[in-house]
């Protein structure tokens, strides 16, 4: 049977399951591509940053995400610039967004506003996915309540604004209570689902149990599971427990004794993870594009993820415990 995770093979195209739409198994993620050197200790040029996503509408990803907040709109300005030298949106090509708030403000007309700078800068009268992005930074009553960004979201999805919308966020303690609202169609979690770290796991099962569609991002935990041989030492951006270090580094001689590496095994876990319609990278040069999808091409047997699953390290090391219920 082929691999589903194969670019350009049978399933490498799917739907995403509440939206009606089709996405690629691996989505460029825009949230390097306008530079964030205080998060990933580099800057990128806007000409790197255009050509990147130029990279990506010439290959196999046909899925892009970005949000309205990274680097101040950048990284949205920048996808728009490439999508306007290709003239438009490529046919069967998806870009999902996400609302952010102004400052300390989420409100209903915030959510607005930033879908509409969103439509500017990506040059989109049409936003077929958008997120609530990052709602566990604010006050839930506030975001739930009358003209809160929540009740804003499903009026444009009503209106027929935006297509799809969807939930991205961390603390999977938070995402549940938004979760358990029943309104939205699509869940994104990061850092939260990969070799060293499953917190996210009873919040995905959930989010499947309601028919939503569910997209799965920052499998290298910010980088530490990128890298063979150094990397950083933090974990989904705070230092990483004892406990992770050690996985971290009996993981990579794991990989090595079959022949492949770290990095490429923890993209894999996520593509191979048929729960999820798509794995999110996010990359800012032109070069990842064509390395990222190689290593999901790359043949990896079931006996390395059996033996990586021995060796993932203890709930208390987590991000998150897993939440009751």
């Not at 406990?243 to 894999?268: F, I, K, N, P, Y």
Request: proline share 7%.
């Amino acid at each position: 049977m082929t691999a589903r995770h194969v670019p350009g093979e049978p399933g490498w195209l799917r739907p995403l399951p509440g939206t009606g739409l089709t996405v690629s198994a691996l989505a460029l993620g825009g949230s390097p591509l306008g530079g964030m050197p205080q998060l990933y200790g580099k800057d990128v040029s806007p000409e790197r940053g255009i050509d990147t996503v130029r990279a990506a509408l010439h290959s196999d990803i046909r899925f892009v995400d970005t949000s309205n907040g990274y680097s101040g709109g950048e990284s949205e300005r920048r996808i728009g610039a490439a999508l306007t030298a290709a003239g438009g949106v490529p046919p069967g090509y998806v870009v999902a967004t996400k609302v952010d708030p102004d400052g300390a403000d989420y409100s209903g007309e915030r959510v607005r506003r930033s879908v509409d700078e969103s439509r500017r800068r990506l040059g989109m009268d049409h936003l077929p996915l958008v997120h609530l992005h990052d709602p566990e930074f604010h006050e839930f009553d506030d975001l739930t309540g009358p003209d809160g960004a929540v009740e804003a979201l499903v009026e444009l999805r009503e209106s027929g604004v935006v297509g799809a919308i969807g939930l991205a966020g961390g603390r999977v303690q938070e995402m549940a209570r938004y979760l358990a609202l029943g309104v939205f169609d699509v869940l994104l979690v990061h850092n939260r689902w990969t070799l060293v770290d499953r917190s996210a796991g009873d919040l995905v099962a959930e989010a499947l149990a309601q028919g939503m569609g569910v997209l799965n991002a920052a499998v290298y935990g910010g980088g530490i599971l990128a890298h063979q041989h150094g990397g950083p030492t933090t974990y989904g951006y705070r230092p990483a427990p004892p406990e992770v270090l050690a996985a971290v580094d009996a993981m990579r001689r794991v990989c090595a004794e079959h022949g492949t590496e770290l990095g490429t095994a923890a993209l894999q876990y996520s593509l191979r993870d048929e729960r999820f319609a798509a794995t999110v990278v996010g990359m800012s040069r032109p070069e990842r594009v064509a390395q990222t999808l190689a290593a999901a091409a790359v043949p990896l047997t079931d006996d390395l993820f059996d033996e990586l699953e021995t060796l993932v390290p203890p709930s208390s090391s987590w991000l998150d415990h897993p939440f009751d219920g």
